[in-house]
């Protein structure tokens, strides 16, 4: 059974920098898992952030950044904000299927 | 403007059948793929089923293979989630989103809940 691995929780402070990192059971992480990224907020939908690795959408604010480090998969926030206080999810392509990590969950202190 | 609504969630004894809709607006619905994702209480996200735009690909979880057929009318821009033989760890939040090419899930519903308890 394929397990992505994400950091159960973090902690950063205000104006901060914070990597979060998506790992594989099967393996490097690599262009061909489309790595995205999701935000969820407590008591709120989901919400897209990043995809195939480092694309944003037109409502990801800046400050967010994808990319692949280390074998794994990686979301950057920088310049952190009080709202970015959520669950963040990635997600990997194992075709045909996909398979999200176990979420971390990302405090601002 | 996307939108999503989910609804035919409720509470269902185990071993029963639920069938959940999913009404699309805002975009050209037959051009995608779209998926059902869920979250059970307290969570995190399990993608659950995909289909392709025109339905001749359909791809499952394991753990719901057999029990869930996912089908979609795009006549009517509908997306549904038949679940049959439910048991008590399918209870959860079940969100439909929309799905392209590399860049899954971009829209999702509010969600609908299953609850499987006798």
């Known amino acids: 059974q394929t397990v992505v691995t994400q950091e159960p929780s973090l902690t950063v402070s205000p104006g901060g920098t914070v990597t979060l990192t998506c790992a594989s059971s099967t393996g490097a992480v690599t262009s061909g898992y489309y790595p995205n990224w999701f935000q969820q907020k407590p008591g709120q939908t989901p919400r897209a952030l990043i995809y195939?690795?480092?694309n944003k959408h037109s409502w990801t604010p800046a400050r967010f950044s994808g990319s692949l480090f280390g074998g794994k998969a990686a979301l950057t926030l920088s310049g952190v904000q009080p709202e970015d206080e959520a669950d963040y999810y990635c997600l990997l392509y194992y075709g045909p299927n996909w398979v999200f990590g176990g979420g971390t969950k990302l405090t601002v202190l | 403007e996307v939108q999503l609504v989910e609804s035919g969630g409720g509470l269902v004894q185990p071993g029963g059948s639920l069938r959940l809709s999913c009404a699309a607006s805002g975009f050209t619905f037959s051009t995608y793929w779209m998926s059902w994702v869920r979250q059970a209480p307290g969570k995190g996200l399990e993608w659950v089923a995909n289909i392709k735009e025109d339905g001749s690909e359909k791809y499952y979880v394991d753990s719901v293979k057999g029990r869930f057929t996912i089908s979609r009318d795009n006549a009517k821009n509908s997306l549904f989630l038949q679940m049959n033989s439910l048991r008590a760890e399918d209870t959860a939040v079940y969100y439909c989103?929309?799905?392209?090419?590399?860049?899954?899930?971009?829209?999702w519903g509010q969600g609908t809940l299953v609850t499987v308890s006798s």
């Open positions: 989103a929309r799905d392209r090419f590399g860049s899954p899930h971009d829209y």
């Open positions: 195939s690795t480092s």
